[in-house]
């Protein structure tokens, strides 16, 4: 049923149900909002979207108040204009006054807002809060005196991922977000996704920023330095550079990173078909032999974290394989260095990385098989933006480029990865074809894309029906493991990635990062895969031929030494 | 009438409230318990009263609590009533407690100086 | 009586994580919510510790330092600021030598302030655990405290 | 309408007996003659409780009664008293002497007081059900179960025109009402005893001193909306309400009154306390909610109400305890008995709590409309040590502040919100000229920085904003940009907290900006006039 709403004399018809914003938005209006978040449920607690409504003796939140027939809104009053301005100086008063320096600098919800509401300075006296930074994670820095009291961390934290780490503490003037006991995020069971990140609308939860590390490494004449970029950065960078969500820029994200100064510019697409074959092995094998059912895939380390923290009793149903980060590193200092006769002491391995929890991988103690660090630095996708706007260089001029030999092959199966059932569609391509022997006729396993929060698929092969599930969110996750441990779960494969639409939403990519934008950039992640001229794992010729030179075949004892690792229970 | 009369039955198989005069009790004295009475020192005030009537063995008087008189700021009160004749006593202390008992209800003189009064 | 006992039967009882805040601290003979006491209360009602924190530290009755074994709270609302409260404050953190907020040395006393106690009939007031003292005089907490020795 | 004095009589079985019948018309043809019809109501009431005295009548708001009345004696009662404003010695109640024993009772204190609320408390054991029930305890509720169907039951309390007691003041019929036709089931009853408002400990000492008459109110009121479950949320401070309160809910229990087939009928309802951890917020209703939920008290965006959507998401109706403590006295009685005590538009009484510089600091009950000067200077024997008024708050903390010329103005909900202030939670604080209402403001706007919830933010960070311009004028700092500021900050916080708590918190300081213009004038200027400020230019130290 369609009701008429009247704002600022602009008469407009929107549905029962519909929130004012959207009316408002209908009737060519932008209310500011602060709290408000298009995927979170509604606070009405920053009070910054207020407006008059006739016959109400106060303003109310139009992010909230349900529309009736024949209300009639203004939301320019003077007022109206002097509550937000006071609220949003309010605001103000208590918030770190170093814009300049921050990482959300032009980035940030709370700038946007003091200048749309034209205020040029702050009446009330600042009173700063002196809360400690908490930087004591390899992923994320914490720094409280610059939280706003939305909430919008906590919901991410407690009802998108379900872990709640962080919560309202205090009262009055106190309120912060804050950890229990006030303790630092390495002592609690946080994964470091970054979710927590991606909601905040200021800075106060940022990642570490490595891009100093990476340019002075580019700059030391004895290190030989590598790059290897996740699947979901080329289908979000050019978000940073003002293109639409869901652009691709793999050929402007060559180019870059090459003119950015380094010696080599990899795929880690290249180790996500390596990952295929071993995993995909790995599965026959645990099929074939009785072995712990089911299989979950393991290239998500937020994922990985939270299993070991909150599942241990399950940690054998993980695969052993690294993630392709992680095999990308080991590789190149052994296999890589061997074949360029550099010795690996002087290569450097940068990760690109749509991700804040891979920080904290690369720094776990058994990712050292190669007998070095295997991944040097992991930078996000805003780190490799923040490098290249440092760099000056024009991104629009940008000429496309291609990746190098061999690190850079790969099929489209491993550029699916960075979509939740990326993995799973891109195993199943292969297993498919290694078990019967047959050529797959339709290659697309739609039923294990999308947003939905489980996917479920089935494939038969060789007489038997095997069953996968697909979860993204560690609050799908839970229920799947739930499963797992009351014995009732009917899966042989589970991917699970541990945030929102997988990789292309993870912690480290732009902000911001809404389930908008995490459509658009599967979207586009199919799209890459459907112009790759080769599209299956086992396809992959630099693959083949680094089994042959190399690891001989797949679990065999180099892969075990290399690529695959065991979990511990924190 | 079915609720009406369960709650007449109820009250028949009650004993006789403490705030109700009786053949074998003809005084009684109520302590203002509520908090107001408590803060100011309520409690020792009853104890006190109810150590005086058993040294005394007086067994004519009944001793009860009851809540907030209303004038917090002459608590401790106590009431005694005699023979159906009301007297507040406000400011009670355990000493001025032990006097009341022996001078109000044993000689019958109630101690006006004590009495609440009209300012 | 363990403590996971003495919440027991709160569990499953909705909203019983304010009552096994509230008996946890009640046994607790430093007056306070240990971490131990907080992670109890998280697993046993299956609520995130962080939570729980954020319970703890909005109710002014909970406190997640340790305190003494008595705990003075003095008014200091509108009613008995207007009858002298801040005397009564002043005096009482003269005669036990400690700050608002503090404990002493023997960890006896804490001296807390809060808002209204709801016995302005015979202010100024205070509460020591769950005893009400009234109509009070700078020169009267001597007998008061007193009364905790 | 307002009537300067209402005229009771008594119309108890008693006193028909005695030919009050006569009274009544007399007086009534009596006010048609002088004129008085438009300035004296007539009420008819029930047993006054003076029936060998009768017949009887009372005049409000002076609360004196004359007795054993005759058809002329009437006349000389309307003439003398009710037009000229005198007594009429020889017909007054009489009256014992101190020497003879005088209690409470006797008092002018009491004397101006109707109790309907409070008719028990300083007279029956708290912790004895037995005298609750031989008090005419559980009667209305007995009585109600057997003729009244729950629909009747909203009729009588929406036309007694029961307004809530908590500070709100909305009808609590209609609040029944919605709950009753809410949709959702268990449906909820909560009774809010967190109280919290600063100089108010009224429903404290109605808990303690008269328990089952909430029970009994609540479990009318649930037989009315549908409720099976209740709650009593009780502030955690308040030890001795919540041990009476289980005392009186485990008697109830054991005598019926409480769990299945109540009284015999066919009502399920059953009461358990919940205590508070100490936060003035949760006497916001949905902040209430949200505690016993086990959460952090943060108040809820409204709408939906809690009578939509309350204890978990369920219909849930959030009632005063001075609210439900009226409920069986106006079934008892009817809705035309309650309706003629206090004035039109806030009918019944009101439970006053006296503090600060007043000599009879404590608690009253008084019909609506009496004034401020009646309560402050009969009812509560003035200002001690001889000092002068100065101001008095109504409302608790977030009233208005009241200076000298609102003294005649009548304590009903809507003549002081008409002078900005409220009724509220039934606070009373008088303050006298030695004490500055700057500094007062302070000691407000302090509670109101350690009590804001902290969830929204013109609460959170508005109150310590406030809290730091008047602490500056304090110091005689302030500039004319602060004042500004002040008010600025003010309007927003009225227009746009989450909850009435950031609402109602710059109440107190406007109105003393206005109420106390001269005073604030002299801090601007450096000056404390009373010397209780520390400021920076005058005050303490302005000895030139």
């Known amino acids: 049923m369609l009701i008429d709403v009247t704002i600022d004399n602009v008469c407009v018809q929107v549905p029962t149900g519909s929130s004012l914003l959207q009316a408002a938005e209908k009737a060519g209006i932008k209310i500011p909002t602060l709290c408000y978040h298009p995927d979170q449920s509604l606070k009405a607690v920053c009070r910054v979207c207020v407006v008059e409504i006739e016959g109400q003796r106060l303003l109310q939140p139009a992010c909230t108040y349900p529309v009736f027939q024949g209300m009639q809104v203004r939301t320019n009053s003077p007022s109206v204009r002097e509550a937000r301005q006071t609220i949003v100086e309010l605001m103000l008063s208590s918030h770190p006054q170093d814009c300049l320096k921050c990482p959300r600098n032009l980035n940030c919800e709370l700038q946007s807002l003091t200048q749309q509401l034209n205020i040029t300075q702050s009446p009330f006296p600042t009173l700063p809060r002196e809360y400690q930074s908490d930087s004591s994670t390899f992923s994320l820095i914490r720094n409280p005196n610059k939280c706003l009291n939305c909430r919008r961390c906590v919901e991410a934290c407690l009802d998108v991922q379900e872990i709640g780490i962080l919560y309202s503490t205090g009262r009055g003037k106190q309120t912060i977000v804050g950890t229990a006991l006030g303790q630092d995020l390495n002592e609690l069971p946080c994964v470091f996704c970054g979710q927590c990140l991606q909601a905040c609308p200021v800075g106060a939860i940022t990642e570490v920023d490595e891009t100093e590390r990476v340019w002075e490494a580019i700059a030391d004449p004895r290190k030989h330095v590598l790059v290897q970029t996740a699947p979901a950065i080329r289908v979000a960078l050019g978000e940073e550079f003002g293109m639409p969500a869901g652009a691709i820029v793999t050929g402007k994200l060559v180019a870059a990173l090459r003119r950015l100064g380094f010696d080599r510019i990899y795929d880690t697409d290249f180790t996500a078909d390596l990952t295929i074959i071993e995993e995909g092995n790995e599965l026959l094998e645990r099929l074939q032999h009785g072995g712990t059912l089911p299989m979950i895939t393991s290239c998500s380390p937020g994922w990985i974290k939270f299993i070991e923290h909150t599942f241990p009793d399950l940690l054998p149903h993980l695969s052993t394989c690294k993630s392709p980060q992680q095999m990308f590193g080991a590789l190149a200092k052994t296999y890589y260095a061997k074949k360029v006769a550099i010795d690996p002491q002087d290569i450097v391995v940068v990760s690109i990385m749509p991700c804040t929890a891979k920080k904290f991988e690369a720094e776990r103690p058994d990712m050292r098989s190669s007998g070095f660090k295997d991944v040097d630095i992991v930078l996000t996708t805003r780190e490799l933006a923040r490098m290249l706007k440092q760099s000056g260089i024009q991104w629009n001029d940008l000429k496309e480029d291609t990746y190098d030999t061999p690190l850079g092959i790969s099929t489209g199966a491993g550029a699916i990865f960075g979509a939740t059932g990326g993995v799973m569609e891109a195993a199943l391509r292969t297993v498919y074809e290694v078990v019967t022997g047959q050529e797959l006729e339709d290659i697309d396993f739609k039923s294990v894309r999308g947003m939905d929060g489980i996917k479920e698929a089935q494939v038969e092969l060789g007489g038997n029906v095997i069953r996968v599930g697909v979860a993204h969110g560690l609050k799908q996750a839970r229920k799947l493991m739930e499963d797992i441990a009351s014995g009732t779960s009917p899966y042989h494969f589970i991917e699970i990635m541990c945030c929102p639409g997988g990789c292309i939403g993870g912690g480290g990519q732009p902000i911001p990062t809404t389930n908008a934008t995490r459509q658009r950039r599967i979207a586009a992640t199919y799209q890459v895969d459907k112009e790759m001229p080769v599209r299956k794992s086992h396809q992959n010729e630099a693959v083949s031929t680094l089994y042959e030179e190399f690891l001989k075949r797949p679990l065999g004892f180099k892969s075990h030494e290399l690529l695959h690792t065991h979990y511990t229970k924190r | ?119 | 009586m363990t403590q996971s006992m003495l919440i027991q039967r709160f569990i499953g009882e909705p909203g019983g994580l304010l009552k096994a805040l509230h008996a946890l601290q009640n046994s607790n003979t430093n007056n306070f919510l240990s971490p131990q006491d907080l992670e109890l209360v998280s697993g046993a009602f299956g609520v995130p510790l962080a939570k729980v924190w954020g319970v703890a530290t909005f109710y002014s009755l909970y406190s997640t330092i340790p305190r003494g074994r008595y705990i003075i709270r003095v008014c200091e609302s509108a009613p008995c600021h207007v009858v002298g409260a801040h005397n009564i404050l002043t005096a009482l953190a003269k005669n036990l030598n400690i700050c608002t907020g503090e404990t002493t040395a023997d960890g006896k006393f804490t001296l807390e302030v809060t808002s209204c106690l709801g016995i302005c009939g015979v202010a100024p007031a205070i509460m020591i655990n769950d005893t009400v003292h009234g109509n009070l005089t700078p020169e009267s907490l001597a007998s008061v405290l007193a009364l905790y020795n | 309408m307002f009537y300067r004095s209402h005229v009771l009589v008594c119309t108890g079985s008693n006193c028909n007996i005695k030919g009050c019948q006569g009274i009544t018309e007399a007086l009534r043809r009596e006010l048609t003659r002088l004129s008085l019809e438009q300035e004296v109501r007539l009420v008819e009431t029930g047993c006054l409780g003076l029936c060998e005295h009768g017949p009887a009548l009372v005049v409000y708001p002076e609360g004196v009664m004359y007795v054993r009345l005759t058809a002329a004696d009437v006349a000389e009662v309307a003439e003398e008293h009710l037009l000229k404003g005198r007594l009429v010695p020889r017909l007054l109640q009489p009256t014992a002497t101190v020497d003879s024993g005088y209690s409470l009772n006797m008092s002018p204190f009491f004397s101006k007081q109707k109790r309907i609320v409070l008719k028990n408390c300083g007279l029956i054991n708290p912790d004895s059900i037995e005298d609750y029930v031989h008090a005419d305890g559980y009667i209305a509720l007995a009585t109600t179960l057997d003729t009244k169907t729950p629909t009747d039951v909203i009729d009588v309390i929406k036309k007694s025109g029961l307004r809530g007691r908590g500070g709100a003041g909305f009808p609590a019929g209609r609040k029944w009402e919605f709950t009753r036709w809410a949709t959702g089931s268990p449906k909820y009853l909560i009774c809010n005893a967190d109280e919290g408002e600063p100089g108010t400990f009224k429903d404290r000492l109605i808990l303690e001193g008269d328990p089952h008459l909430i029970l009994e109110g609540m479990i009318i009121a649930a037989y009315a909306i549908g409720a099976t479950k209740g709650i009593i949320y009780i502030r955690g401070e308040y030890d001795l309400s919540i041990r009476r309160m289980e005392h009186a809910i485990a008697e109830a229990r054991k005598l019926g009154l409480l769990g299945q087939n109540i009284l015999g009928s066919e009502l399920e309802f059953d009461v358990e306390v919940c205590a508070g951890a100490g936060a003035y917020v949760c006497g916001e209703e949905t902040a209430l909610i949200e505690s016993i939920e086990g959460n952090r008290g943060e108040p809820r965006f409204k709408p939906p109400y809690p009578a939509q959507q309350g204890l978990w998401g369920k219909p849930t109706c959030v009632n005063n305890v001075e609210t439900l403590a009226n409920i069986p006295a106006i079934l008892q009685h009817g809705a035309e008995w309650y309706q003629q005590i206090g004035t039109a538009n806030s009918p019944g009484t009101k439970v006053f709590t006296l503090t600060g510089n007043i000599i009879n600091s404590g608690l009253i009950e008084v019909p609506m409309g009496i004034t401020l000067r009646e309560v402050i200077y009969e009812i509560g024997g003035g200002i001690p040590e001889g000092r002068s008024f100065k101001m008095a708050q109504t409302g608790g903390t977030s009233g208005g502040c009241l200076a000298e010329e609102h003294l005649d103005i009548p304590m009903d909900y809507d003549s002081l919100a008409g002078h900005g202030s409220s009724l509220g939670s039934g606070a009373l604080l008088v303050m006298d000229d030695s004490h500055c209402i700057i500094d007062l403001t302070k000691c407000f706007l302090k509670f109101f920085v350690h009590e804001s919830c902290g969830q929204c933010t013109p609460c959170r960070e508005g109150t310590p904003a406030l809290y730091s311009i008047i602490d500056k004028l304090s110091r005689g700092l302030a500039t004319e940009s602060d004042m500004r500021l002040l008010k600025r900050l003010s309007r927003t916080m009225q227009s746009s907290s989450l909850c009435a708590l950031g609402q109602t918190a710059p109440v107190p300081v406007l109105s003393a900006l206005v109420h106390f213009n001269e005073e604030v004038e002299a801090h601007f200027k450096g000056d404390c006039p009373t010397c209780k400020c520390h400021t920076a230019r005058g005050g303490r130290q302005s000895a030139n």
Not at chain 2, 23 to 43: K, S
């Open chain 2, 1 to 119: 009438m079915k609720s009406l009369a369960g709650l007449r039955a109820i009250r028949e198989s009650m004993h006789q409230p403490s705030n109700r005069l009786n053949n074998e009790t003809t005084t009684r004295i109520m302590v203002g318990m509520g908090t107001c009475g408590i803060a100011a020192g309520a409690r020792t005030v009853l104890l006190t009263v109810m150590e005086e009537l058993a040294t005394r063995n007086l067994q004519h008087v009944a001793v009860a609590q009851t809540g907030c008189m209303g004038m917090c700021e002459k608590e401790p009160l106590v009431e005694i009533e005699v023979d159906g004749q009301k007297t507040t006593y406000a400011y009670i202390n355990a000493d001025k407690a032990r006097k009341i008992v022996l001078e109000h209800i044993v000689n019958g003189s109630p101690i006006t100086e004590w009495v609440v009064t009209k300012s």
